[in-house]
């Protein structure tokens, strides 16, 4: 019932937190997720060299937050946001084990309120999942093409 669910959310709630090198390890599995990589932007595998260059890069940008969502112990999913004058473009990525747990939606609810100005999220066409965490949290779909679908919202 809703009233198990808002307990749930009050009781365990999700903690966002920075990450860090020591994570590429399981953000790699994640990634690489055959799921995952079906929804993703690019669906190719990730070699670990690649990934640990790029999240060593990501993590020295200032324009760019990356945090691990966590459900207690159990890191849970991580969201990204990557910043362009006012502008916040938003990604995420919530863990196989993870998944219909509520756990997309609470994590980008997190990041969104750490942020102000624009916000943005561009969703692959067919990720339903994800479509609906940006709506569920106050995204609007602006626009879409045989790609991606547009999300935006103005905080």
Do not use: F
Not at 84 to 101: F, G, H, K, Y
Not at 123 to 137: D, K, L, P, Q, T
Request: charged content about 30%; overall charge negative.
């Amino acid at each position: 019932s809703w009233r198990h669910l808002a307990m749930g959310d009050d009781v365990n709630p999700l903690v966002l937190r920075v990450a860090t090198l020591s994570d590429a390890d399981i953000l790699l599995a994640w990634r690489n997720d055959r799921e995952t990589r079906r929804q993703s932007k690019s669906t190719d595998k990730v070699e670990q060299s690649s990934h640990v260059s790029w999240l060593t890069a990501v993590l020295n940008d200032d324009d760019r937050a990356l945090y691990i969502g966590m459900d207690g112990d159990e890191p849970v999913g991580s969201v990204r946001a990557d910043r362009d004058a006012e502008i916040w473009t938003l990604s995420w990525m919530v863990a196989p084990t993870a998944r219909n747990r509520g756990v997309g939606r609470r994590i980008v609810d997190a990041m969104i309120a750490r942020l102000d100005g624009e916000i943005r999220a561009d969703v692959r066409i067919g990720n339903v999942a994800s479509m609906r965490i940006a709506e569920r949290c106050g995204m609007t779909q602006m626009d879409a093409d045989n790609d991606c679908t547009y999300w935006r919202m103005k905080k």
